[in-house]
């Protein structure tokens, strides 16, 4: 089992539409928990990261993280073709001495104007 | 330019060559990562430095991968005897510790194909 999990999509919506973009988790010993967001052909950039459970929000982008069911979300309003990119969880924690940090498989999104 | 540097960004070899990548971090970061992304997906953990201490490398890396931090400063990550499996993007990222997680900053990475 991966420690963490991400559906692949790919996923196309609706300009304007609400986009919902989940991962699960095994390792409890994972504190905080990203969204980055990766343009074809470049390197992955942080979106947002929360340490506790609960929402929090930037913008149009709403991360969600549920420590005792291992799930974490990221919402985004309003999408917006410029939204289009790969978007990866990630999580990270101290682990045998090692500030570990663990991406998902990344979910492909387009968003159709 | 105050951002992680990769180089080269493009590299193309044959079989059983050996290749070197270098990473430059962020000046003052101490914690620095290599990853392995194929298409379609995520990156995958391969080893992590904190200052030039090489802290942990996975399990899933075999032993033509080796990978130093002489000083504390740059990186470099070398594979030998190459095989057409290892193309892939290598992507370095650098953050500041001690403490908890701080941003990972992620280079351009290096486009491996090997033919």
């Known amino acids: 089992q991966k420690e963490v999990e991400q559906d692949p999509g790919p996923l196309s919506v609706p300009e304007g539409a609400i986009v919902s973009l989940n991962c699960t988790y095994s390792?409890?010993?994972?504190?905080?928990f990203m969204w980055y967001r990766q343009y074809s052909r470049k390197g992955p950039e942080l979106l947002m990261y929360?340490?506790?459970?609960g929402n929090k929000e930037d913008g149009r982008f709403t991360a969600q993280v549920d420590k005792s069911s291992k799930y974490i979300s990221l919402f985004i309003r309003d999408s917006q073709p410029s939204d289009s990119a790969t978007y990866l969880c990630?999580?990270?924690?101290?682990?045998?001495?090692?500030?570990?940090?663990?991406f998902g498989q990344g979910t492909r999104l387009t968003i159709n104007p | 330019d105050t951002g992680v540097s990769q180089d080269p960004r493009h590299k193309i070899t044959k079989r059983g060559q050996n290749v070197t990548f270098r990473c430059d971090p962020i000046?003052?970061?101490?914690?620095l990562y290599w990853y392995r992304q194929t298409l379609g997906q995520g990156p995958e953990f391969l080893t992590y430095?904190?200052?030039?201490?090489?802290?942990?490398k996975s399990r899933l890396l075999s032993d033509r991968f080796s990978a130093e931090r002489p000083k504390g400063s740059f990186s470099t990550l070398e594979i030998q005897r190459t095989e057409q499996g290892d193309s892939a993007m290598y992507l370095c990222?650098?953050?500041?510790?001690?403490?908890?997680?701080?941003?990972?900053?992620f280079g351009q990475g290096t486009r491996l194909t090997v033919v």
């Open positions: 990630a999580m990270s924690g101290l682990i045998q001495g090692a500030q570990k940090l663990v």
């Open positions: 390792n409890s010993a994972f504190q905080y």
């Open positions: 990222a650098s953050s500041l510790g001690p403490g908890g997680y701080t941003e990972a900053f």
């Open positions: 430095f904190q200052n030039e201490a090489q802290l942990e």
């Open positions: 929360t340490y506790s459970s």
């Open positions: 000046s003052e970061h101490n914690r």
